[in-house]
């Protein structure tokens, strides 16, 4: 809990307030996760970005329950050779399912690529 406090203080301190969205709960399960440790919101890094995938999944009925499956036991060649590794049984398959939601979720690559407008980049890291 006390973990979780801090990481709120965090992110309401590193972003402004009008960027303050309503899915804290879903970035420090990222975080727990260790997701953030091989992808980003909008940078290709280890992984793809979260903004590219769901791109490439949009409009995919079964991409949900797919995306589920491969997080939870990992896996490749959706994006590349580079494998996902599985997610520790910590992380619940509900807390994968509302991690899969989230990134879905995510909008479309804005057009410029406009880092100080406190919507793209910072959000995920
Ligand atoms: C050690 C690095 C690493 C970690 C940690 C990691 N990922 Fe990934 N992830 C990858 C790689 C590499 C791919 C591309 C796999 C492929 O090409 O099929 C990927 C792909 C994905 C995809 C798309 C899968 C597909 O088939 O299109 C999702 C969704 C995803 N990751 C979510 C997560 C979530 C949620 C977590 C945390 C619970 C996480 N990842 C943790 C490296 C990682």
Same mark, same amino acid.
């Given at each position: 809990?006390? $973990?979780?406090?801090?990481? +709120? ?9 009008? +960027?303050?969205? +309503? /899915? &804290? ?5 990222? %975080?727990?996760?260790?997701?953030? *440790?091989?992808? *980003?919101?909008? &940078?290709?890094? $280890? ?5 590219? %995938?769901? /791109?490439?999944?949009?409009? /995919?009925?079964?991409?949900? #329950? ?26 619940? &398959? ?18 410029? /690529?406009?880092?100080?407008? #406190? ?7």
């Amino acid at each position: 809990m006390k $973990v979780c406090f801090l990481l +709120a203080m965090t992110v309401a301190l590193t972003i402004p307030a009008s +960027a303050l969205a +309503a /899915d &804290d709960k879903e970035k420090a399960l990222f %975080i727990d996760g260790n997701c953030n *440790n091989c992808h *980003n919101l909008s &940078d290709t890094t $280890v992984g793809p970005s979260l903004i590219d %995938i769901a /791109d490439k999944y949009r409009g /995919d009925i079964e991409a949900q #329950g797919k995306l589920e499956k491969k997080v939870r036991t990992g896996g490749s060649g959706s994006w590349g050779v580079m494998p996902m590794p599985g997610t520790r049984q910590s992380i619940s &398959d509900a807390d994968i399912k509302v991690l899969v939601t989230w990134i879905l979720a995510q909008k479309a690559k804005p057009k410029s /690529d406009n880092k100080t407008d #406190g919507q793209s980049g910072k959000e995920a890291k």
